[in-house]
Structures are given as C-alpha cells and as structure tokens.
C-alpha cells in the first residue's frame, strides 16, 4: 500500500472511529439508576412501622406535657380519683384500733372524748398513708408510660434518621455515578471528535496531494 493509499484509508478510517465515537455509547448511571430507585421503597417497609409508632408517641408526649404544664393540680386530681383503698389498710386499722382500745381500756378512759379522738386521728393517719402510698405507685407508673412513649418516639426518630441517611446516601451516589457517566461521555466525545478532524486531514492531504 503506498503512502497515498494509506492516507485516504487512513482519514476514512478516522472518520468513521470518530462518529461511532460520537454516539457515546450509555451513560453507566442510566443502568445503575433503576436500581437505586427501587432501594427507597424497600427499606421503607423495614422503618415505616417504627416511623410511624414515633410520630404516634410523640404526640401522646406532647398531649401528656402540655397538660401537666398547663394544669397540672387537674392531673393529679386525675390520678387521685382512681384510688382504692389497699388490701391490707382495714386489717392495719383493725389492728390499730384495737391497740389504742386497749391502753384506754387500761387506763380507765374507754368511752371518753379523747379515747373516741385518738381513734379518729388513728383512721385519719392511716388512711393518709394509704392514699400516699398509692399515689406514689400510680405517679410511678403515669412516669413509666411517658418515659415509654419518649423511648418509643426517640426510636422513630432515630428510623426517620437512618431513613433519611439512606437516601441522602442514594443520591449522592446517583449524582456521582451520573458526573462519572457524563465525564466519560464528554471525553469519549472529545476523543471522537479530534479523530474526526484527524481524519479530515488526511482526506485533505489526500486530495491536495
């Protein structure tokens, strides 16, 4: 082949290397994207029932909140009209009951104003401490229910987060497999584009020569 041969294949040859390269083939996120797509939804059923039991908490603590702030006496008074009294507390005044009857009884004042004033002051007492006591165990478990609804609503929270890292994670990678896809479409363009001229050029030379 002589020179002038080979420079018309030549400049041919990188016209046609040059549009085949200027179609630029697919983008490598156009295939990585679909998949990427689809993750979302597919992690959504994993955190959707968390997320949802936290927003549910949550408004069940800022209901218990704003109550307590905004009228707290009428809560306590809520709790209190709940109480019954404890198994044991007519035993434990039976019991107390029969001790004073007795010292009085000893002391030869059975019967008298004072005897009948140490009972009811005895009644009094106990059924205070009985009252106390329940309350004490009922604020216990109101304390327990809210700290259980701020757990529930904190592990929605910490869903919602993963949820919204996972997908902040997503399109980060989308957005830089596309910069990638498009980067190499734009060299491999470039690449084509300079065979072409490259190719012109040695149609030129052909012809002129």
Not at 73 to 86: P, R, V
Not at 151 to 167: E, F, N, P, R, Y
Not at 179 to 191: I, K, L, M, P, R
Request: aromatic share 8%; no cysteine; glycine share 18%.
């Amino acid at each position: 082949m002589n020179s002038r041969t080979f420079g018309l294949a030549s400049g041919l040859g990188g016209i046609g290397a040059g549009l085949m390269g200027m179609g630029g083939g697919n983008n490598p996120s156009d295939a990585a994207t679909p998949y990427l797509d689809q993750m979302p939804g597919a992690l959504q059923q994993y955190y959707q029932p968390y997320m949802q039991a936290g927003s549910q908490a949550l408004g069940g603590v800022q209901n218990q909140y704003n109550d307590l702030m905004n009228n707290p006496g009428g809560q306590l008074n809520a709790i209190g009209g709940q109480f019954h009294q404890s198994p044991g507390f007519q035993f434990a005044l039976q019991q107390a009951l029969q001790s004073t009857n007795h010292m009085n009884a000893a002391a030869g004042m059975a019967g008298t104003p004072q005897h009948e004033q140490q009972n009811m002051q005895m009644a009094t007492n106990l059924g205070n401490q009985d009252y106390y006591n329940w309350l004490g165990h009922a604020q216990g478990m109101f304390n327990t229910g809210v700290s259980g609804l701020q757990d529930i609503s904190h592990m929605g929270l910490q869903a919602s987060t993963s949820m919204a890292d996972q997908i902040a994670q997503m399109l980060a990678q989308k957005a830089a497999y596309g910069y990638q896809g498009q980067a190499a479409q734009n060299q491999s363009q470039g690449s084509a584009f300079g065979n072409i001229l490259g190719g012109v050029g040695s149609l030129a030379a052909f012809f002129g020569g």
